[in-house]
């Protein structure tokens, strides 16, 4: 007789065996006990950003990967227009009406009941559904987890297959969740990854045009490593709208001598000089760091595509430094997680991935130094900060998509 699951400590294998999950599906609900056949399986991804931090909302370049961490979903449709989705890791059910959401509640559910919203204002007629979710994937470590239980969620409400959108148009509808639903006026780049992945690629985005370009991670001696600090990624919206406002600032002192200018992105390194005497220093060195961050990301690219490995490192370094220095958005946890890595041999660049304040860097490898990267890591960060972190080697990986 299906009835509540039972917390389940080891849920993180279940993300990536679908048959298994499904099993816990049909343990956990009569409907999907009666029909196995109609059990989906979907995973969404988190991210890794290469480098373009913040860059996102100020319409310039980023370089996700997606990665072969995220969630997992099992579902079976239901026909009261209900959404029942059981987190195999707690037990914990979430249940609510599809055309009625209800409010915020500050709780996981938020990002699925954000989607079932946003998906109904898109026309996409979300469904109800019984499901259970696993995850590999850290929560709030910067690896977009959160982009990841929005993606998978769209699948799950679209019935267990694609949303009947073009991607690009999921991208916002998950944007409008996010804005709308959650209260967070993020960028686009995360859920984009999670869409977009492709394996052994990272994924080129202007976010002001929108066009992308895949680009191969050619070089199988290169690994990719995240190493969590676990220390949250404390992600106080405040800190990251302060950001949004400041960059804000700039935009509006340039553009009373440029008008055309309406984001960081129009701004060359020679017009923030010229700017320069007119802005507050704090403006400028946030405005310093978006400028030079986009032409990093397209060098960025031009190395990876030569296979210029040193010139990948060096704008590794110089992202970190001015992630840290002028955009404020690093910490002692994360600097020191940096600072060890680039001490080992064979670690080609090292600098923290997503929005700051905490959570994971990326270290690209070569791969014969993992594991010297992995112990260093180990054995001297707790040292230093009386954390716990965590190291994941991490391949690029397919976006969205079904699994059963
Ligand atoms: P990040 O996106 O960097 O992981 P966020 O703070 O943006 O961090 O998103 C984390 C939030 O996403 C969690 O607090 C939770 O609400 C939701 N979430 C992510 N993964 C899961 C999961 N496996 N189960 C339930 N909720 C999750
Ligand atoms: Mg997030």
């Known amino acids: 007789m299906p009835g509540p699951l039972a917390p389940d400590p080891d849920s993180a294998a279940l993300a990536r065996d679908p048959e298994a999950l499904a099993a816990r599906l049909r343990e956990a609900s009569h409907e999907a006990a009666a029909r196995p056949d109609a059990i989906r399986v979907v995973h969404a991804p988190g991210r890794v950003n290469l480098i373009g931090e ?19 979903v099992a579902i079976v449709p239901n026909d ?26 500050n709780h996981w559910s938020d990002y699925v009941a954000g989607i079932a919203w946003a998906m109904g204002e898109a026309g996409l007629g979300p469904r109800g559904f019984d499901g259970v979710l696993a995850s590999d994937l850290p929560q709030g470590a910067g690896l977009s987890s959160s982009a990841a239980i929005s993606v998978v969620s769209a699948w799950a409400l679209a019935g267990g297959d694609a949303p009947p959108v073009e991607p690009m148009g999921l991208v916002h ?94 701004v060359t390194p020679e017009m923030l000089a010229e700017a320069r005497p007119r802005l507050d220093p704090v403006v400028a060195a946030r405005a310093e760091h978006i400028v030079f961050e986009n032409l990093r990301v397209v060098d960025a690219v031009a190395a990876l595509e030569s296979g210029d490995l040193p010139a990948l490192g060096r704008l590794f370094a110089e992202s970190q430094a001015s992630m ?32 700051g304040f905490g959570g994971c860097t ?43």
């Not at 996102?56 to 997606?66: K, Q």
């Not at 060890?340 to 080609?348: E, K, L, N, Q």
């Open 173 to 266: 509808v998950v944007r409008r969740s996010e804005n709308g639903y959650i209260g967070l006026n993020n960028g686009i780049m995360d859920q984009f990854a999670s869409i977009f992945g492709r394996a052994g690629h990272a994924l080129l985005l202007d976010c002001r045009t929108e066009h992308h370009h895949d680009i191969p991670l050619a070089d199988p001696d290169v690994a990719l490593v995240a190493c969590h600090s676990g220390s949250p990624r404390k992600l106080e919206s405040s800190a990251y709208n302060e950001r949004r406002a400041q960059c804000d600032a700039a935009v509006a002192a340039i553009a009373t001598t440029d008008p055309w200018v309406t984001s960081l992105r129009d």
């Open 324 to 355: 840290r220095d002028l955009f404020g958005i690093s910490s002692p946890e994360l600097d020191a997680l940096v600072d060890i890595a680039t001490r080992i041999p064979g670690v080609i660049g090292a600098r923290l991935t997503g929005a």
């Open 54 to 72: 913040h860059t996102d909302y100020n319409l310039g370049f980023v370089l996700p990967v997606a990665i072969d961490l995220g969630i997992s």
């Open 80 to 105: 009261e227009g209900e959404v029942r989705l059981t987190l195999v890791e707690t037990g914990e059910t979430a249940t609510f009406p599809i055309d009625d959401p209800g409010p915020k509640r």
């Open 362 to 404: 990326i270290n690209l490898v070569h791969r014969d130094a993992v594991p010297a990267l992995r112990e260093a890591v180990l054995r001297d960060y707790p040292a230093r900060t009386d954390l716990t972190p965590r190291v994941f080697e991490v391949q690029a990986s397919d976006g969205a998509r079904r699994l059963a």
